[in-house]
């Protein structure tokens, strides 16, 4: 069973810089796609950014192109995702998630079939 750590969030100040890590776990033989949700207070689950499992294919939301940066790392199965200009607005605890079953990145929360337990980002204003 696979399973997914997050490690990297905290307490940053509006234009600051997070790096945020997520590790696969577990019997994980191939290469997954993955990605990056977050939640914020009241507010549904949101599609942050995605990548494939080669790493060739990205997908950001808009409220986040041009700041955020995802990337896959050299251990198999790990993505990290580089966080600048940060905005108050950004605040929400931050979702790894994968698709064990599928090698393409996703948009969509309902395809990934992993989660992690979630990281909170902080920006103060």
């Known amino acids: 069973q696979v399973q997914l750590v997050e490690s990297g969030g905290g307490l940053v100040q509006v234009g600051g810089s997070l790096r945020l890590s997520c590790a696969a776990s577990?019997?994980?033989?191939?290469?997954?796609?993955m990605g990056w949700f977050r939640q914020a207070p009241g507010n549904e689950r949101e599609f942050v950014t995605a990548?494939?499992?080669?790493?060739?294919?990205?997908y950001y939301a808009d409220s986040v192109k041009g700041r955020f940066t995802i990337s896959r790392g050299n251990a198999k199965n790990t993505v990290n995702l580089q966080m600048n200009s940060l905005k108050p607005e950004d605040t929400a605890v931050y979702y790894c998630?994968?698709?064990?079953?599928?090698?393409?990145?996703?948009?969509?929360?309902?395809?990934?079939?992993?989660w992690g337990q979630g990281t909170q980002v902080t920006v103060s204003s």
């Open positions: 998630a994968a698709r064990s079953q599928s090698i393409f990145s996703s948009t969509r929360f309902y395809e990934y079939d992993t």
């Open positions: 577990g019997r994980t033989s191939r290469s997954y796609a």
């Open positions: 990548i494939g499992s080669s790493g060739s294919t990205r």
